[in-house]
């Protein structure tokens, strides 16, 4: 079923934070890469793969993003984590600010989260918006039903309200060289101890027009389980517009 999920998203990840012209309508994405260590007292490995799908037209932006990140450490699973998040902008307002809705839903292994579901809306702002220099913060509010384990056995489903901030950039040098970052902080509007901070940063070098090579660094904690994880890995970037 994940794998299933996982596939049909994959049509819906391609789709990223990009500048159109009035040409271009729909840009997809996918993004694969790993890691493997293999040593005399054991062997790791982790699967990272993204698919995302974005249109525009006009005033309105759809943004479709999916992954699946899969590891193993000496035969027994780390990370069996799937999310897939849909949103939509719009931008009928003042100059650089638009309306942005979230719906979104995740399960993972290493963050003990057996299913998170999540709707808001809120409002961002572009302080640097050109082609290749993108700098936008927002800010709104979530709702969330959440099952976690606190334990192997012990699950703790409630719902919450959250403020949810993101920080995202978006910097290309000399059209070879792609720095991107989004930065989450959600804090519970009932509860100062239950937060969750969500952290991707990607750096790519483009070796041709559809084709890159890409190295991210992910942190995610959720307070409420006390869990982390963070980790590196490379690998190559599928993209194309049409």
Known sequence: MRLYLFIICICSYLMCFSQYSDSIQYHIKYT??????????????????????????????????????????????????????????????????????????????????????QVGLGGAYSVLDKPNTQLNVSNGIIYETSDLYLEDTLRDVYQTMRNSFRLRYHFVIKDIITLDGTHFLQ????????????????????????????????????????????????????????
Request: aromatic share 14%; no cysteine.
């Open 187 to 242: 804090n519970s509007l009932s509860s100062g101890s239950d937060y969750i901070i969500k952290s991707v940063s990607t750096l790519g070098i483009r070796l041709k027009k559809w084709l890159s090579l890409t190295s991210s660094l992910n942190f995610n904690k959720l307070n409420r389980t006390k869990r982390e994880t963070l980790f590196m890995n490379y690998g190559l970037t599928f993209e194309q517009y049409f």
């Open 32 to 117: 694969t890469g790993g890691s493997l260590n293999r040593t005399k007292d054991g062997d790791a490995y982790l699967l990272n793969n993204g698919l995302g799908f974005n249109t525009r037209k006009k005033s309105v932006e759809l943004n479709s993003t999916t992954s699946w990140i899969y590891g193993q450490q000496n035969k027994v699973a780390t990370n069996n984590d799937v999310s897939s998040y849909l949103d939509f902008n719009l931008y009928k307002t003042f100059p650089h600010f638009y309306y942005w809705g979230l719906a979104g839903y995740e399960n993972s292994l290493s963050l003990k989260i057996n299913k998170r579901l």
